[in-house]
């Protein structure tokens, strides 16, 4: 069965900090790959997806994520948060025959000013 | 383009009592899921469904909960009865087919 890791519950940071959450996925065949994001108050919103390519992709927001297929990961970075980027982080996965989510549980960004 | 829309927003019920939730997708998306989001954890598939018809139920508990797309639209989540372990937000989403989801605002269910 497919399971999603995150290894941060909660991440503090001061603005301008650099950020990167963990993502491992548990999985044998070809994934899709989603980092989603949820404001306070806001619907779960997309941030970045990976399909297939350039293992390195681009978000919204100035997020990026990288696959990397040998570790099973699907890490979300950016070099530089702003106190709007404080939020829940959910890293999900499905596989190419179109499964549904499998979500991780989360990790809870708080940034300060 | 309008979003997932889904309510009501905030329900609090008594345990054993029934409750229903209602979703409507972004017009010309096949796929629709139910995920159950309970406190500090992420959304757990209830059920997928592809048009009017089933894909995944297999974490659907069968006894009390259940869902209905008729139409291949709107869809419908019941529980009955519900438990205080019910507590949560339902969320609903939907897709093209192998695509990102879109996810609505979710109800808040409080079993008391």
């Known amino acids: 069965a497919q399971s999603v890791s995150q290894h941060n519950h909660h991440v503090i940071l001061s603005e301008a900090a650099s950020l990167e959450l963990g993502c491992n996925y548990s999985?044998?065949?070809?994934?899709?790959l989603f980092w989603y994001v949820q404001y306070p108050g806001q619907h779960l919103q997309l941030l970045l997806k990976?399909?297939?390519?350039?293992?390195l992709v681009k978000g919204i927001k100035g997020f990026e994520a990288e696959f990397i297929k040998s570790k099973f990961s699907f890490n979300l970075r950016k070099p530089s948060v702003q106190w709007s980027d404080t939020a829940e982080y959910f890293c999900?996965?499905?596989?190419?025959?179109?499964?549904?989510?499998?979500f991780g549980k989360g990790t809870t960004l708080s940034v300060s000013s | 383009e309008a979003g997932v829309a889904q309510s009501p927003r905030y329900k609090i019920i008594e345990k054993r009592q029934s409750v229903a939730f209602w979703c409507n997708p972004i017009?010309?998306?096949?796929?629709l899921y139910w995920y159950q989001q309970i406190l500090g954890q992420g959304p757990k598939l209830l059920i997928q469904?592809?048009?009017?018809?089933?894909?995944?139920d297999s974490q659907l508990p069968k006894d009390r909960f259940s869902a209905e797309r008729l139409k291949g639209v709107d869809s419908t989540l019941k529980i009955q009865p519900a438990k205080l372990e019910d507590s949560a937000v339902y969320l609903c989403?939907?897709?093209?087919?192998?695509?990102?989801?879109?996810f609505g605002q979710g109800t808040r269910l409080t079993v008391v």
């Open positions: 999900a996965v499905s596989n190419q025959a179109g499964t549904a989510l499998i």
């Open positions: 990976y399909f297939s390519g350039d293992p």
């Open positions: 017009s010309g998306h096949a796929t």
């Open positions: 989403a939907s897709s093209l087919r192998n695509t990102e989801a879109f």
């Open positions: 999985y044998g065949g070809t994934v899709n």
């Open positions: 469904f592809q048009n009017n018809g089933v894909v995944d």
